[in-house]
């Protein structure tokens, strides 16, 4: 299994838009690992997960040809993990040629807010209608905590998430590696450990959003990250030489890439940057 980080950022993207803080500064200046997209990642060159506002620049930039995904993962319907107006184009009347289907794995509340959203780019869209489903190619598979799907080669299991109503985090296995893509989550609730419990992890990329000794709402910070991450590995659902990754990373009490990479190393974990590629297991 391979891991393409397409983006690594929070909602606001590195540099920030108008921003002078150190983090912003720092990436103005050096570019590099501290630019950062909105975060989405690629396993094997056909199955994403969240198909965000950035993918396509970051597809451009890292050689992820799009065209080939036979699947899509979407966490949750914020704009910064989803652009209906990527998922709109797949319609005849944008005439485009050669769309393969595509398998569509999300929350039942996550569709209907992507309802909502492809509404306002086409009147009348609807990812809950079966005529809206065959225009757009798309094959639907609504997911609860605890659900599994077969979907092209994989097997993609559902865990609830603490971040907003209908937030999905997701284990996706190939059958010889399985990593756990966790952002958008504030800890992992009691029944996401008991599920978690039931595998054994290679990789985990979680949510950082916020520097060490920031709080905010709705995210983990640099501690909290790395807590989640200790507690992972103590409950063996972590394995033995497995990597875990730090991604939607915000600006806010964020030190440039090499000074937050120091950090991370000396509590277990490891900064990702967009485009880096992970090769799974770990050999």
């Not at 659900?147 to 999905?168: F, M």
Request: aromatic share 6%; with cysteine; glycine share 8%.
């Amino acid at each position: 299994m391979e891991v393409t980080f397409l983006g690594t950022a929070a909602a606001t993207a590195c540099p920030m838009v108008f921003c002078s803080c150190p983090m912003c500064s720092a990436a103005w200046k050096r570019g590099g690992k501290d630019l950062r997209r909105r975060s989405s990642a690629l396993v094997n060159g056909d199955l994403i997960i969240d198909l965000g506002p950035d993918v396509m620049t970051a597809a451009f930039d890292f050689g992820a040809d799009i065209r080939k995904a036979s699947v899509l993962l979407q966490t949750h319907a914020h704009s910064d993990h989803f652009d209906a107006g990527h998922l709109i184009t797949r319609l005849p009347e944008y005439a485009p040629e050669g769309i393969r289907p595509l398998d569509l794995a999300a929350s039942p509340e996550t569709i209907r807010r992507m309802s909502e959203r492809l509404s306002l780019e086409e009147p009348g869209a609807s990812l809950e209608k079966a005529e809206w489903q065959e225009r757009l190619k798309l094959r639907l598979h609504p997911l609860r905590h605890g659900d599994s799907a077969a979907l092209s080669g994989y097997t993609v299991t559902a865990v609830e998430s603490a971040h907003d109503s209908g937030a999905l985090l997701f284990v996706v296995s190939d059958g010889e590696a399985a990593f756990l893509y966790a952002t958008d989550t504030v800890r992992l609730t009691d029944r996401a450990m008991d599920l978690l419990k039931g595998f054994r992890l290679d990789m985990i990329a979680i949510d950082h959003t916020y520097g060490p000794g920031v709080r905010g709402g709705g995210h983990l910070n640099a501690e909290q990250a790395a807590e989640e991450i200790a507690l992972l590995r103590a409950e063996g659902i972590l394995k033995p030489g497995s990597r875990a990754f730090a991604t939607h990373l915000s600006h806010e009490g964020m030190p440039p890439y090499e000074e937050m990479s120091e950090y991370a190393r000396a509590r277990g974990y490891e900064i990702a940057w967009d485009g880096l590629r992970v090769r799974l297991p770990s050999r």
